[in-house]
């Protein structure tokens, strides 16, 4: 199993900056995707920023010129910096992967959450 740890978050003022991150444990053999989603009250999931399968970056059109994300291959994490917030930032963000783990001579596929990040930014 892999799992994913998240940190960071917290609050903010609007204009203000928070880092999240996340990192991936477990006996990891590669990783696909991994990135970041949110969630407000009432609200669906939506992607914020991931890294692609081939290494390319994506982001919610919301966050462009905002928000980076960054990782760490060696230690399988991603961050988020997350620059001139606006209170509709405010949710639930959370961490996302998949790829394949190694469990004795098997290699599996995974899919995995984080618990969640709380984010609130206030005006």
């Known amino acids: 199993q892999v799992q994913l740890v998240e940190s960071g978050g917290g609050v903010a003022q609007a204009g203000g900056s928070l880092r999240l991150s996340c990192a991936a444990s477990?006996?990891?053999?590669?990783?696909?995707?991994m990135g970041w989603y949110r969630q407000a009250p009432e609200k669906q999931r939506e992607l914020v920023a991931v890294?692609?399968?081939?290494?390319?970056?994506n982001y919610a059109d919301s966050v462009k010129g905002r928000f980076t994300i960054s990782r760490d291959n060696a230690k399988n994490t991603v961050y988020l910096q997350m620059n001139s917030l606006k209170t509709e930032d405010t949710a639930v963000y959370y961490c996302?992967?998949?790829?394949?783990?190694?469990?004795?001579?098997?290699?599996?596929?995974?899919?995995?959450w984080g618990q969640g990040a709380q984010v609130t930014v206030h005006s």
């Open positions: 890294f692609t399968k081939g290494g390319s970056t």
């Open positions: 477990g006996i990891i053999f590669s990783i696909n995707t």
């Open positions: 996302h992967a998949d790829g394949l783990y190694e469990s004795g001579r098997r290699l599996i596929d995974f899919e995995s």
